[in-house]
């Protein structure tokens, strides 16, 4: 009968919720406590574990043409403050510099779709402008105070009951995450190393990571280990653009904004949990759904397949107040996608059609497109140039462009890798979001076992002009 009775209470949960009975649902042998709903509560696996929920959600870029990923943040954290999350436990990261910005058209109010609603109402500004960095995103999946420089402080103190979850959204390129400074840099196997060091310290039950950046899949690509009870969803493969999307040019995208609304992989999870019931949604529907919509990239999952049966309650919440789900299933992608590499380039070229002929905006919106695509046209003859002088016209093409078989890591030596870097951005200056995609052919230079040296001598020989930079 107990079994029975159990069975039959599946089909009514919605209802006992709202009559405070509490009942249980089997997954995979477990039991969710779906009385365990409370602000900071979790769903258990167990009646006896209430562990917390907590999230860290970061946008790793600034500038109004990066309008989208604050605005994916944001609305991440209205999703889950309705899930019942408490700000204590939600830790934001973000420039703060697109609700006020001056070509807003709506200033005080970022929107992550057309005619959406607004989502920067309430955020927390824990980490924003320069306090947006790499150093305090380690420091605050570890709990580590002592190495946090600026921001509230907040920190992710969670434990061996809690379930995180982490949200970042950027630009991105092989095997590292974008920071607003050109400085910075977030390393994936620094960061793999970061999140073995919270496995190890029992410093959560369990963790989803999706990341929003082009070629994001390297990040975990033959560097997360399947054992660690982490789950994580990327945007694109270790080789591919990402998308935004509800760009200008949309016939739904008002005039007046430059600049992308949002990420299509972003805007697909975003909005399939703004329309289902998140106490009946398991990871694994979201991924089918985002990946059927996300339909330019190559949406991936790494790590522990495990948790792909969970709730997604169990990390975002859900808002119990509003019993009314009738889940939609999928939503049509946009109409319209751009190449994350391509937005910048979309954002000039939207102001300059849009400003008023003979105009002081039209020639300095004029200016900045001839900036930009001579840039663009700098580093694509730097890069090669590089790759010639290194070896030899015939080889350079394949030897820089090479992808590595799934399962390894982009590149074999990290210092090298960041050295090679920086030698590159001193001689031929900053790749940019566009030159990021030449960031793989950095690597593949170390793989090939170039000497410093060389690196130098190719850097300086190729770029000493330098008449874009």
């Not at 574990?49 to 860290?56: E, H, L, Q, S």
């Not at 609305?75 to 973000?94: P, R, S, T, W």
């Not at 029992?202 to 997360?224: R, T």
């Not at 751009?338 to 102001?351: A, E, G, P, S």
Request: net charge positive; proline share 3%; glycine share 8%.
């Amino acid at each position: 009968m107990a079994i029975l009775g159990c069975g039959v209470l599946l089909s009514l949960a919605l209802l006992s919720l709202s009559i405070g009975i509490n009942l249980c649902l089997s997954e995979n042998g477990k039991e969710i406590d779906f009385s365990a709903h409370g602000e900071n509560a979790s769903p258990s696996t167990t009646k006896k574990d209430k562990g917390k929920r907590w999230a860290v959600l970061i946008a790793g870029s600034n500038g109004y043409y990066n309008y989208r990923h604050q605005a994916d943040i944001c609305h991440a954290y209205q999703i889950l403050k309705k899930g019942g999350l408490k700000d204590e436990n939600i830790i934001v990261f973000m420039y703060d510099d697109i609700a006020h910005d001056p070509e807003n058209p709506r200033q005080g109010v970022i929107i992550n779709k057309p005619k959406g609603r607004d989502v920067y109402k309430g955020v927390p500004k824990d980490y924003t402008g320069t306090d947006v960095n790499s150093k305090n995103f380690y420091a605050v999946i570890l709990g580590n105070k002592k190495n946090l420089t600026g921001g509230s402080g907040k920190v992710l103190k969670s434990g061996p009951n809690d379930h995180v979850f982490i949200y970042y959204a950027d630009h991105g390129s092989a095997g590292l995450l974008g920071m607003p400074s050109e400085y910075d840099a977030v390393y994936a196997k620094d960061l793999i190393q970061v999140l073995k060091k919270k496995h190890a310290s029992n410093g959560f039950k369990s963790m989803v990571f999706y990341i929003e950046a082009c070629e994001s899949g390297s990040i975990f690509e033959g560097l997360l280990p399947n054992k660690m009870n982490i789950y994580a969803t990327t945007a694109a493969n270790a080789e591919e653009s990402s998308y935004g999307t509800y760009c200008p040019g949309e016939a739904e995208v008002p005039e007046e904004y430059d600049t992308c609304l949002g990420d299509l992989y972003s805007i697909s999870w975003l909005e399939d949990c703004d329309s289902n019931d998140l106490r009946k949604e398991t990871l694994e529907k979201q991924y089918e759904r985002v990946r059927r919509r996300t339909n330019e990239s190559h949406v991936m999952q790494y790590g522990d397949m495990s948790h792909r049966k969970e709730f997604l309650f169990t990390y975002m919440g859900a808002d119990l107040v509003n019993d009314s789900y009738t889940s939609i299933g999928d939503i049509s992608s946009p109409s319209r996608a751009v190449n994350q590499r391509d937005t910048k380039l979309l954002y000039f070229q939207h102001k300059f059609l849009r400003a008023p002929a003979g105009s002081h905006a039209k020639l300095e919106a004029r200016k900045q497109l001839l900036n930009e695509i001579a840039h663009r046209k700098h580093v694509d003859y730097s890069i090669h140039k590089i790759g010639e002088l290194l070896f030899g016209h015939q080889k350079s093409s394949n030897m820089l462009m090479n992808v590595r078989p799934r399962g390894q890591p982009v590149v074999d030596d990290w210092d090298c890798y960041k050295k090679f870097l920086r030698i590159y951005k001193k001689y031929c200056g900053h790749l940019s979001t566009y030159g990021m995609k030449y960031a793989r052919a950095i690597a593949n230079i170390c793989n090939a076992g170039v000497t410093m040296e060389k690196m130098v001598a190719a850097s300086d020989q190729a770029c000493s002009k330098k008449p874009f930079v």
